[in-house]
């Protein structure tokens, strides 16, 4: 209830979703006192998941706490899924630096963004420090001696695509006019 001995609602809901630990506790606000709109707006504003006036009719009320079940159990998925998600993570890095092949990941189907594994960085001659953010200035691809152009890469065809692009010899000519053979495809 907005109206209360010691505290007001209005105060009960910002304290306790100033605290991390009471903060995902739903509050929904009823008054008998407070229920124009701006006494609404301001328990709302306030921190309050939902706001009844008197008389609350009980279909309404069971309705509300049961919606706000429905959304406390989405959250909760929803922040169990990004824990798993961020342990996937962490999982496939330590799996990409134990790769003694390079491995590239483009992020984006135009892979403007990438990253690379330490093998893929010595790869291009990047050093150590200097992650694989995208496609490395110094480095042209030729297939059969030809200028392979960025489009016709097997990471952007299969990105492009969605289908893998097999193994294929390719050669990576660097700034410096050295050249490395590689097989490389792309899934």
């Known amino acids: 209830d907005i109206r209360m001995p010691e505290m007001d609602g209005y105060e009960a809901a910002k304290r306790l979703k100033a605290d991390p630990l009471t903060r995902p506790i739903p509050i929904l606000h009823i008054s008998a006192t407070y229920t124009e709109r701006k006494d609404i707006a301001h328990g709302l504003e306030g921190g309050a998941d939902g706001y009844l006036t008197h008389p609350v009719d009980p279909e309404v009320l069971v309705a509300t706490v049961r ?3 429905r959304i406390r ?3 909760r998925a929803l922040r169990d899924s990004e824990a798993l998600a961020r342990a996937r993570a962490e999982e496939l890095q ?3 630096r134990a790769v003694p092949a390079a491995v590239i990941i483009a ?3 135009q892979c403007a963004t990438m990253s690379g594994n330490p093998a893929a960085q010595e790869l291009f001659r990047l050093p150590p420090t200097t992650p694989l953010t995208e496609w490395p200035a ?3 691809v030729l297939r059969a001696g030809v200028p392979v152009a960025a489009s016709e890469l097997p990471m952007q065809t299969a990105a492009r695509n969605g289908e893998p692009v097999p193994g294929m010899d390719l050669e990576f000519e660097f700034a410096d006019g050295t050249r490395a053979h590689i097989h490389g495809g792309a899934t």
């Open 73 to 75: 159990r989405a959250d």
């Open 94 to 96: 330590v799996v990409m």
């Open 107 to 109: 992020h984006d189907a």
């Open 138 to 140: 110094h480095v042209t």
């Open 67 to 69: 919606a706000f079940v």
